[in-house]
């Protein structure tokens, strides 16, 4: 019996994003993204049905574009990037439209789902081989020990438990 031999993919970061979203106060939205992150899949099928998925990023490098929020993010109060220093996933299946998998954050590992969209293969000019995904879902972040909270005065949240995940990826074949 032969093993199908499977392709290495790594993130092309310079195309690839993975953006967080979160209400504040219940009336507005606060966006975020990582500035530091990594991934790669491996699989044996141009459909990348079945394929492995790995993905980290640092918490440190959390971005708000609001400094206080960034480092009250890093605080004890959310990710304690100094004791938890990355975020972690991986998959466990992945059916052509739905990834699931296993997503650590702080010390809490708990299995997450994404709707995927894998948006096909190209040759780029420079002649390297990529592979395009949106994906999207969303987490109760209270369920990662990210369960600072805050009531104002006229008893709205401050921050909501939903945080909805969204993440444009772009891999390059590896050689």
């Known amino acids: 019996m032969s093993t199908a031999v499977k392709t290495k993919w790594n993130i092309d970061t ?8 979160v209400k504040h106060m219940m009336i507005s939205t606060v966006t975020g993204h990582f500035e530091d992150f990594n991934a790669t899949a491996e699989t044996d099928n141009e459909g990348f049905i079945g394929a492995d998925f790995h993905f980290t990023a640092k918490t440190a490098s959390i971005n708000t574009k609001n400094g206080d929020r960034d ?3 890093r605080s004890d109060d959310f990710f304690n990037a100094e004791l938890f220093p990355e975020i972690l ?3 466990r299946s992945f059916d052509g439209s739905t990834l699931v998998g296993d997503l650590t954050i702080r010390d809490v590992t708990g299995e997450i789902q994404l709707d995927a969209d894998f948006n096909g293969i190209v ?9 395009g995904f949106e994906m999207s879902g969303s987490i109760n972040r209270k369920d990662f020990n990210l369960a600072w909270s805050a009531i104002t005065e006229t008893g ?5 438990d939903t945080v909805k995940l969204t993440a444009f990826l772009q891999f390059i074949k590896e050689q």
């Open 89 to 91: 996933f991986t998959s």
């Open 71 to 73: 480092k009250h993010l």
């Open 123 to 131: 040759v780029d000019p420079y002649g390297q081989t990529k592979a």
């Open 14 to 21: 310079a195309h690839s994003e993975i953006i967080f979203k």
């Open 156 to 160: 709205s949240i401050v921050v909501s």
